[in-house]
């Protein structure tokens, strides 16, 4: 099994690149988060790679970062989403806005990127709810501010639980009322419409 690819980056499309190391170019697909995180071409770049071997093909599956490597495998995990559906999902959405998704069961999100139907993302929903940290997704959704924020997402949990909820319910109410109103930066505001939506 191949763990990753580094070498010089000869070809950079927005779906694919071309690695060429020890003399051999690789062909892999690639998301486009990971399209803006390459340097030029000519340059040396390692990826994270995914081999996939079917019958008839066989492909390699490149990410910039573990995270999104990560939620690839979970993804084709799901029945009816193979590697090329999963990558396009990676496309169509940040990691932790995905996570997000996923964690407050907004099939409706998913739904609404391209490739990817009702029924599919309704089935990832269900399937990877229990798989996803809704934590990590409100950290992952946060930019630069998103520092100062997360001490308070984090808190709110923790009062929660304090509370009497166990951490998956505190979890999931911090994290609708986070998808909600991404604007709170307050541990109290965040834990008033937590219980709110209880």
Partial sequence: MIAYI??????KEPARVVLEAGGVGYDIFISLSTYEKLG????????????????DDEALFGFATEGEKAMFQKLTLVSGVGPK?????LSGSSLGELMLAIST????????????????????C????????????????????????NPCIHDAVLALSALGFNDETANK??????????ELADTEQIIRLALKSK
Avoid: F, W, Y
């Avoid at 559906?85 to 999902?89: K, P, S, T, V, W």
């Avoid at 069961?105 to 990832?124: C, D, M, P, Y």
């Avoid at 399937?127 to 997704?137: F, M, S, T």
């Fill in 40 to 55: 030029a071409t000519g340059r040396e770049q390692k990826l994270l790679v995914c081999h996939h071997v079917r019958e």
């Fill in 126 to 149: 269900v399937e990877l709810r229990d798989k996803v940290n809704a934590i990590e997704a409100l950290a992952g959704t946060r930019g630069e501010g998103g520092k100062a924020t």
């Fill in 85 to 89: 559906i999963a990558l396009a999902i």
């Fill in 6 to 11: 580094r070498g010089i980056l000869a070809e």
């Fill in 173 to 182: 109410m911090v994290a609708q009322a986070i998808a909600q109103h991404p």
């Fill in 105 to 124: 069961g907004n099939a409706k999100r998913l739904a609404s990127i391209k490739g990817v139907g009702k029924k599919t993302a309704e089935k990832i």
